[in-house]
């Protein structure tokens, strides 16, 4: 239930010639605050909610709760989220002994592309791709629940680092 998860940005879009999935997503929150959300997400197969907890040690560690619900439920749901549903593609892409998950962003949140991995301990070693760039763990700003509050599209062109 503790997730560990580093969040990068990406420079470039050759991690979509290595992806071994690509998922279309769209997801809305019930509750955005920092200390705990609530989000509802619907993909291509499958609906979920999950409850998120404040992260800690540098933004790597959070707990994480998730369930699978039916996905007539989660279209209802999603109608009640609070302020920008995120729109999102997700591409896995195998590195080492891990997966990344790359989120390219449309709509309100469109030139937007960050890549997440998780791990199974704070200081474990990874693999970093050449499409990697600059990390951003620990950032609120690129956060999904403070992406559907404060969309890319809305940033000053100075803070787009």
Same mark, same amino acid.
């Given at each position: 239930?503790? !997730?560990?998860? @580093?969040?990068?940005?990406?420079? &470039?879009?050759? +991690? $979509? =010639? !290595?992806? +071994? %999935? $690509?998922?279309?997503?769209?997801?809305?929150?019930?509750?955005?605050?920092?200390?705990?959300?609530v @989000?509802? @997400? /619907? =993909?291509?197969?499958?609906?979920?909610?999950?409850?998120?907890?404040?992260?800690? *040690? $540098?933004? /790597?560690?959070?707990?994480?709760?998730?369930?699978?619900?039916? @996905? %007539?439920?989660?279209?209802?749901?999603?109608?009640?989220? !609070?302020?920008?549903?995120?729109?999102? /593609?997700?591409?896995?892409?195998?590195?080492?002994?891990?997966?990344?998950?790359?989120?390219? +962003?449309?709509?309100?949140?469109?030139?937007?592309?960050?890549?997440? /991995?998780?791990l *199974?301990?704070?200081?474990?070693?990874? !693999?970093?791709?050449?499409?990697?760039?600059?990390?951003?763990?620990?950032?609120?700003?690129?956060?999904? &629940?403070?992406? &559907?509050?404060?969309?890319?599209?809305?940033?000053? &062109?100075?803070? %787009?680092?």
């Amino acid at each position: 239930m503790i !997730e560990i998860e @580093r969040k990068f940005l990406v420079n &470039s879009e050759a +991690f $979509k =010639n !290595e992806a +071994f %999935k $690509k998922t279309k997503i769209q997801q809305g929150y019930l509750n955005s605050d920092k200390d705990r959300s609530v @989000r509802i @997400r /619907i =993909n291509e197969e499958k609906a979920f909610i999950t409850v998120k907890g404040p992260t800690y *040690n $540098k933004g /790597i560690q959070r707990f994480e709760w998730e369930k699978e619900i039916p @996905r %007539k439920d989660a279209e209802a749901l999603i109608l009640l989220c !609070e302020d920008t549903p995120i729109e999102k /593609i997700r591409y896995e892409i195998k590195s080492g002994n891990h997966i990344y998950e790359v989120d390219e +962003f449309f709509n309100a949140n469109d030139g937007l592309i960050v890549a997440e /991995i998780e791990l *199974n301990a704070v200081e474990e070693n990874f !693999e970093k791709p050449d499409w990697l760039g600059k990390e951003v763990t620990g950032d609120p700003k690129y956060y999904n &629940s403070e992406l &559907s509050i404060h969309p890319y599209k809305t940033w000053k &062109s100075t803070n %787009k680092s």
